[in-house]
């Protein structure tokens, strides 16, 4: 098993990397805090959910760390489901369907969409990124507390990822 599996708090580990979610919402100032911009909690809460899902696919996958954190790599909604159900963590499919639909057919990228209220968080942060502007901001305000719980109950699965990561690697040693 790769190095990166190893449940330690060293830079290239899944462990750190996952660690590193709660320590940069700290660092952001956006934990358990009702009065922040609305904007910057989305958009800090969902790059921790995105960086999550990152890991739980690759772990899912046996990927070593570096092969999923490079740009270029594609987390995908159906990735997520299955490396969710694999890993049994207990995250409804409907939120993540909410948090990580990609579809573009639903909402192209480049046009206002039919219904506002049908885009993922994923969809929103991406018009939010490459088109931003007063329109886009007032959805992301008008959607937060639409979204904030899904983010929330996501990211409060990292404890029993980082579980089944030292499951894991305990496996390992087993098996040799």
Not at 45 to 51: Q, Y
Not at 96 to 107: V, Y
Request: charged share 30%.
């Amino acid at each position: 098993m790769h190095p990166s599996f190893e449940p330690v708090d060293h830079s290239g580990t899944y462990y750190r990397r996952i660690k590193d979610i709660r320590r940069g919402i700290k660092e952001l100032g956006i934990m358990n805090s009702p009065n922040m911009n609305s904007v910057i909690q989305f958009l800090g809460n969902f790059s921790g959910c995105e960086k999550l899902a990152t890991a739980i696919v690759g772990i899912k996958e046996n990927s070593p760390v570096d092969e999923v954190f490079r740009p270029g790599f594609k987390l995908t909604l159906s990735k997520v489901i299955d490396a969710i159900k694999e890993l049994k963590l207990n995250v409804p499919d409907d939120h993540l369907t909410w948090l990580f639909n990609d579809d573009p057919k639903l909402a192209p990228l480049d046009q206002r969409p039919p219904d506002p209220y049908r885009l993922s968080a994923k969809e929103l942060r991406n018009r939010a990124m490459h088109h931003f502007g007063p329109y886009i901001v007032s959805l992301i305000i008008e959607r937060w507390d639409f979204f904030a719980p899904k983010m929330s109950d996501f990211l409060a699965c990292d404890k029993l990822v980082l579980r089944r990561l030292e499951e894991k690697w305990a496996a390992r040693g087993a098996t040799k």
